[in-house]
């Protein structure tokens, strides 16, 4: 194969900015969106919130509460903000919003490194106006999403250099070092990184034989030092990471056609445009992304023969969602509730389709005048109807959890009654709980008694759920419809004899004072999930 030409200094420059040009300007984009949104964010962001305030007092956690395989990396990322600043929803929010920049800037880099500098560029545009779904979703201090998408872009980076026979030896030895110091870390973060590393690992056996022989040591070295904290607290806790991860997740083949129709009529087309649920655009625009951003990634196969970078994004393409299903983790998108469970595992898909439909642009473009126009045409609508996405979206909606749609959208009016009441211990719905506590900086410790006890779910601050058993006084708070009478909750008060006083502190939070100390058991058929 001929040595790829690599563009001179000043062009090479200039390409540069004009892709961080754009990823500031994605950055604009969905910081507009988060102030649409009130900054707001959801119980498991809140979940974060705290974990951050515990580093803060000198606690040193290796991953997310309850969850051995989730790393807290974006609480102590968060940790400097909330030091400097405070901590509240902006500071919160501030690392998953900078690191959709990086998202950006290494989307258009490694579109150049794939193809050239338009497409480069073009990808770069295309990742800064994004899918709906993206904006919203990539923006979660959900510990491990933001993350993810940055260390699987710079992973794929690093190994462009590697295969690329054109490099200097030094420069692909480094490469390699710096492959397996960021693989580490996202090894520790999440193994969503798997997505990458199976096309990486393919393709360095295929072309990057020469780089792993001289220096594969200190790549493993690096890849140690990154994952580090994993190897530690798995050493130490019966290597829970491993024993969770590769339990059973279900029946994988006998759920194998209702997973895949659910990839290829509602996870595919979400993820070019956004929810479903929040009915932004007509299904004729969703169906003109899939056919650009599918056709995309269709073009990258058919150029993978063309050199190695290629032929890792086309195989990143082929090799996600055959990974995604027979993980078994695509069982958890046939819940009985219908929520979106599994599209953040998808996510990373948007590591490739903003280069796709790019490179399908620009190969249009390089057809003839008429066939120009038709790829400008393309890019156009593609960007238009992303952003006519973002502008329809409710964000106040939308960036509420895909699990629990109807947190409330302040929860002022319950700490103040709290705070008259003079009432430090809550039992209300998990999507409330964490926020809760969050809002108050733990003056008020909150815990969902149901999903705890009942339903047996996640325990993410064990000491919580005692304290406010040991309480003398405690206040339930149920999420409620607007002009709903006739609840489950205060029927299980009434059946039980127990005396209480109900707030009304919102159409939507109904508030129960029990006049006497009360075990949660004997109401908790009334403390079931509502919705």
């Known amino acids: 194969m001929p040595v790829r030409l690599r563009p001179t200094v000043p062009r090479a420059r200039s390409v540069a900015a004009l892709i961080v040009l754009l990823a500031l300007a994605g950055l604009a984009l969905r910081l507009g969106l988060l102030v649409r949104a009130g900054w707001r964010y959801d119980y498991d962001e809140g979940m974060v919130g705290l974990q951050v305030l515990r580093i803060l007092r000198g606690e040193r956690p290796v991953f997310h509460p309850g969850q051995p395989y989730l790393a807290a990396l974006e609480s102590y990322l968060i940790a400097p903000f909330f030091a400097a600043f405070g901590a509240d929803a902006v500071t919160l929010k501030l690392v998953p919003w900078l690191l959709a920049g990086v998202y950006t800037a290494t989307t258009g880099w490694l579109g150049w490194r794939a193809f050239d500098r338009r497409v480069g560029v073009l990808s770069a545009l295309l990742a800064a106006f994004a899918p709906a779904y993206l904006l919203i979703t990539g923006m979660k201090a959900w510990g491990a999403t933001a993350e993810t998408l940055a260390l699987g872009n710079l992973s794929l980076i690093a190994a462009s250099y590697v295969v690329e026979e054109g490099q200097r030896p030094a420069v692909r030895v480094c490469a390699l070092i710096l492959l397996g110091f960021a693989s580490g870390v996202a090894f520790w973060v999440s193994w969503l990184i798997v997505f990458y590393a199976v096309p990486i690992a393919a393709v360095l056996v295929w072309r990057g034989r020469g780089a792993l022989r001289r220096a594969w040591w200190a790549a493993g070295l690096a890849f140690a030092l990154g994952s580090a904290p994993l190897w530690g607290y798995n050493l130490s806790h019966d290597w829970a990471t491993f024993r969770y991860l590769l339990r059973s997740q279900g029946d994988t083949w006998g759920n194998l056609r209702p997973v895949l129709d659910h990839l290829t009529y509602d996870l595919a087309p979400r993820l070019v445009s956004g929810d479903p649920r929040w009915?932004?655009?007509?299904?004729?625009?969703?169906?003109?992304?899939?056919?650009?951003?599918?056709?995309?990634?269709?073009?990258?196969?058919?150029?993978?023969?063309?050199?190695?970078?290629?032929?890792?994004?086309?195989?990143?393409?082929?090799?996600?969602?055959?990974?995604?299903?027979?993980?078994?983790?695509?069982?958890?998108?046939?819940?009985?509730?219908?929520?979106?469970?599994?599209?953040?595992?998808?996510?990373?898909?948007?590591?490739?389709?903003?280069?796709?439909?790019?490179?399908?642009?620009?190969?249009?473009?390089?057809?003839?005048?008429?066939?120009?126009?038709?790829?400008?045409?393309?890019?156009?609508?593609?960007?238009?109807?992303?952003?006519?996405?973002?502008?329809?979206?409710?964000?106040?909606?939308?960036?509420?959890?895909?699990?629990?749609?109807?947190?409330?959208?302040?929860?002022?009016?319950?700490?103040?009654?709290?705070?008259?009441?003079?009432?430090?211990?809550?039992?209300?719905?998990?999507?409330?709980?964490?926020?809760?506590?969050?809002?108050?900086?733990?003056?008020?410790?909150?815990?969902?008694?149901?999903?705890?006890?009942?339903?047996?779910?996640?325990?993410?601050?064990?000491?919580?759920?005692?304290?406010?058993?040991?309480?003398?006084?405690?206040?339930?708070?149920?999420?409620?419809?607007?002009?709903?009478?006739?609840?489950?909750?205060?029927?299980?008060?009434?059946?039980?004899?127990?005396?209480?006083?109900?707030?009304?502190?919102?159409?939507?939070?109904?508030?129960?004072?029990?006049?006497?100390?009360?075990?949660?058991?004997?109401?908790g058929d009334g403390l079931g999930y509502q919705f």
């Open 279 to 523: 009915h932004i655009l007509s299904w004729d625009a969703v169906w003109w992304l899939q056919i650009v951003y599918e056709g995309g990634l269709i073009g990258l196969v058919l150029w993978a023969w063309r050199g190695p970078t290629r032929a890792l994004l086309a195989l990143f393409a082929l090799a996600l969602p055959p990974i995604y299903v027979l993980s078994g983790y695509g069982n958890h998108a046939l819940n009985e509730f219908g929520f979106d469970a599994t599209g953040r595992y998808v996510l990373m898909l948007h590591s490739v389709l903003p280069i796709g439909a790019a490179a399908l642009a620009v190969w249009l473009a390089r057809r003839g005048a008429i066939a120009r126009f038709a790829g400008a045409a393309v890019l156009a609508s593609v960007i238009s109807l992303n952003l006519l996405g973002s502008l329809r979206t409710d964000p106040v909606i939308n960036f509420a959890s895909p699990y629990y749609t109807r947190q409330p959208q302040t929860l002022d009016p319950l700490i103040a009654l709290l705070d008259e009441e003079g009432i430090r211990h809550v039992w209300t719905d998990v999507g409330v709980a964490h926020v809760l506590m969050f809002e108050t900086g733990e003056r008020i410790l909150a815990a969902d008694w149901y999903d705890i006890y009942g339903a047996r779910g996640l325990v993410r601050f064990p000491e919580v759920p005692q304290r406010i058993y040991e309480a003398e006084r405690v206040a339930f708070v149920e999420v409620v419809l607007p002009g709903q009478d006739s609840t489950r909750f205060e029927q299980a008060f009434r059946d039980a004899g127990v005396p209480y006083r109900r707030a009304r502190v919102t159409s939507d939070l109904l508030v129960i004072i029990p006049r006497e100390r009360i075990d949660p058991a004997l109401v």
